[in-house]
């Protein structure tokens, strides 16, 4: 079975990793049927572009799309984050970003499910007599039950299906009363319908200092927006680095295609230098084909990952392409 896959390369080491991500996808035997797509930073400051609604019809189609990363350095931020990455979240509903991490070293086994849609990130506020003295800048963090509830069970779904069979619920309850009282319920009322998962619950700040002390005591973690950017920049850190840190932006429903991406950006300083590390798109790349039904190719996919993983400091980026594709 062939699937129909968008490719946006993006700028810097995009492009780089996400070359590699598709030889080794072609290695595992699962047919792709690619359309690349020039977007990001470089081709907004050659033609003013970001997303057109033309081109957002158009991935509507595809089964999945694949993405390097987007962001250039003379592109002022927020533009390309906004115009591009958070536009094809919300307009294809991609409401879980699901981040795993996976480092037997430092004895990480855990995935964080992050809401995708709402929070913090929604866009809700503004400014008030912008550029006087007396500005005033508000940007609210907006909590749907709807939004929570489906993001907490996919959470609950996700863990009832993991050996270890337990969730922490991560959020700032203490302070944040209104929307830490809404997670709270949601999650306590959504558990009910899943007595087969141990449940807990952490601030964020002490999940912090868990994710450096004690990482073991997570298995899956579920948190809002905001929370769940820095946690799983922080998990990163722990568990191997940004070079292998993958994730998947997912529409569950199906209902419009979901979004493969490394966690890194775009990362200009060695843009060129045949230093990128495309693990990280890689198992991008494999968590796609787990959620287009090539579970056994992503599973090969993963496997080669941790063979090669010692040799990545020192051996150049299409080196490491070729050395997982001869594995899988
Ligand atoms: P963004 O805001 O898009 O995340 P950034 O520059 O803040 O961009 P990255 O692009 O992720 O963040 O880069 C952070 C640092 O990590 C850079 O110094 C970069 O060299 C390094 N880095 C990022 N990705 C990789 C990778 N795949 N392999 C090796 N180093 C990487």
Redesign the pocket.
């Known amino acids: 079975m062939t699937h129909s896959v968008a490719v946006i390369g993006g700028d810097?080491?995009g492009p780089e990793?996400v070359a590699e991500a598709l030889k080794v996808v072609a290695a595992s035997g699962v047919d792709l049927d690619t359309t690349h797509y020039d977007l990001g930073g470089a081709r907004y400051l050659r033609d003013g572009t970001i997303l057109p609604d033309e081109v957002l019809d158009e991935l509507r189609d595809f089964d999945a799309i694949l993405l390097g990363?987007?962001?250039t350095p003379e592109v002022p931020p927020g533009v390309i984050e906004r115009g591009l990455l958070l536009k094809m979240r919300f307009a294809l509903d991609q409401y879980v970003n699901l981040r795993p991490f996976l480092h037997e070293p430092a004895g990480v086994d855990l995935v964080v499910v992050r809401e995708n849609t709402e929070g913090a990130y929604a866009g809700e506020g503004g400014f008030l007599r912008k550029g006087t003295p007396h500005e005033v800048a508000t940007q609210g963090s907006v909590n749907t039950r709807m939004g929570v509830e489906r993001c907490v069970r996919f959470a609950f779904d996700l863990a009832s299906g993991r050996p270890a069979r337990h969730l922490t619920l991560v959020h700032k309850t203490n302070v944040l009363t209104f929307a830490g009282d809404l997670w709270q319920r949601t999650f306590d009322e959504v558990g009910v319908d899943h007595p087969e998962v141990a449940t807990a619950y952490d601030h964020v700040d002490a999940a912090c200092i868990h994710l450096v002390a004690d990482p073991g005591r997570y298995d899956v973690i579920v948190t809002d927006n905001l929370f769940g950017d820095i946690l799983t920049d922080l998990a990163g850190a722990v568990s191997g680095?940004?070079?292998v840190a993958a994730s998947a932006n997912l529409n569950p429903d199906r209902t419009a295609p979901s979004m493969f991406e490394?966690?890194?950006?775009?990362?200009?300083?060695?843009a060129g230098t045949a230093?990128?590390?495309?693990?990280?798109?890689i198992l991008s790349a494999a968590m796609m084909l787990d959620f287009l039904g090539e579970a056994d190719a992503a599973a090969r996919i993963r496997t080669a990952c941790t063979k090669v993983a010692d040799a990545s400091r020192s051996v150049s980026t299409s080196d490491i392409g070729d050395r997982v594709a001869e594995l899988v």
């Open positions: 810097g080491i990793v990363a987007v962001g680095g940004i070079g490394p966690v890194h950006g775009s990362a200009p300083d060695i230093t990128a590390n495309p693990v990280a798109a």
